[in-house]
DNA sequence: CTTTTGTTTAACATTTTTGTCAAACTCAAG
DNA sequence: CTTGAGTTTGACAAAAATGTTAAACAAAAG
């Protein structure tokens, strides 16, 4: 067995992700996946067997590029103020390159009968609502249900570039001028969420 | 000409948009909508021409929807503070029933060239802009750049339940507790713009 | 009751998308 | 150079989705 491995795979691969995940063209065709790869449509099913094993595939990447990053962030043993400041960097520079990402994962589980019991991952999320109930508890943030204060982190930072297309119009900004606002956007959470 | 007028039209729109809107099937064929509304395939086309056009008309309907409640809401002249418990209400309550409908309008951005120069309603959130400036000097409101101020406040409303499924499972709920955290989060987000 | 007109249906045609296969190709190993 | 494995390609087949048409149907108008 000589491997050849000549990075096709990836590039298809790859190439789809860049699709869903930052031109949000949820479900593209085989065809319009080949050529933005600049390869042959048959090389999709030579390396992937079916259009909808490599959707698997990008499910399951992205699904795991999404936890793997909340893990990062929830294993440090970082005080909780910088690790809500490294979350908003990176979770922002990589909603500002893969907006779509999650609405990828989101449409996609309505096919995949989700019934992955993460219960592994269930008690770190819980062991992370107890961190925050704890800053709560030192006033360090104001009190609310802790889901309640994830969900607005995450709302504040990924909606803005999903919605992106919508807000441009709505604000009358050009594509530089968003990005500046995104950018500026990263202080702003932390300053909203720490008050 | 007798116009009978046996609603069919009105079904399979109205079913289209469930689809969309409420089910998250931003891509649903022909068939699907057919089924759903329980009527032969060929009525969309009848009625709606082909299946482009009927995306069309929901598209614009959705458009028109989503503006008009915006205007119902700048114009009233309430008081700030009114005008926006009364927007975060009416707002969530039609997001939890079609959260998914500005996703669609944001991926059939894509199709429609939205050249669409929407001037005087530039100059409409122009001027709710400067009347959130306003509320900011009087001190009701925090400091900042009012656009993340509406950027803030529709982040926090719709994407908790466009993230419903995702969500559901990282927090361990089901869907009725989903519902009461959503209701409850009406007046949380109030008490976070309003601090 | 018959006609007229709008509605609905089934059968068919077309187009789009996906999947298969054998032949051509490429490059490392022998 | 020749062999052989993995890789790429084009032609073809199959499936899925959309669109068209003529005929059947239903209800109001005459």
Redesign the pocket.
């Known amino acids: 067995?000589?491997?050849?491995?000549?990075g096709?795979e990836q590039l298809i691969k790859n190439t789809a992700k860049n699709l869903f995940f930052a031109e949000g063209k949820l479900h593209a065709?085989?065809?319009e996946i080949a050529d933005a790869a600049g390869?042959?449509?048959?090389?999709?099913?030579?390396?992937f067997?079916?259009?909808?094993a490599l959707f698997d595939q990008v499910f399951h990447d992205a699904q795991k590029e999404l936890l793997d990053l909340l893990d990062d962030v929830i294993d440090s043993d970082m005080p909780f103020k910088e690790k809500m400041k490294n979350l908003i960097d990176v979770f922002m520079n990589q909603a500002m390159q893969f907006p779509y990402r999650e609405l990828f994962i989101i449409t996609e589980m309505n096919r995949h009968d989700v019934i992955e019991s993460k219960i592994a991952r269930v008690e770190k999320v819980n062991g992370m609502l107890q961190e925050i109930e704890a800053e709560m508890e030192k006033g360090t943030i104001r009190k609310m249900n802790p889901r309640h204060f994830l969900i607005n982190l995450f709302s504040m930072m990924a909606y803005p570039l999903v919605t992106a297309p919508l807000n441009k119009i709505i604000f009358n900004m050009n594509d530089q001028d968003y990005t500046a606002l995104m950018e500026e956007r990263k202080k702003l959470i932390f300053e909203t969420i720490f008050p």
């Not at 067995?1 to 000549?6: G, H, S």
């Not at 042959?40 to 030579?46: A, C, E, I, K, S």
């Not at 067997?49 to 909808?52: Q, T």
Request: charged residues 25%.
């Open positions: 067995m000589t491997a050849r491995d000549t096709t065709t085989t065809q390869v042959n449509r048959t090389l999709v099913n030579y390396y067997r079916s259009r909808d």
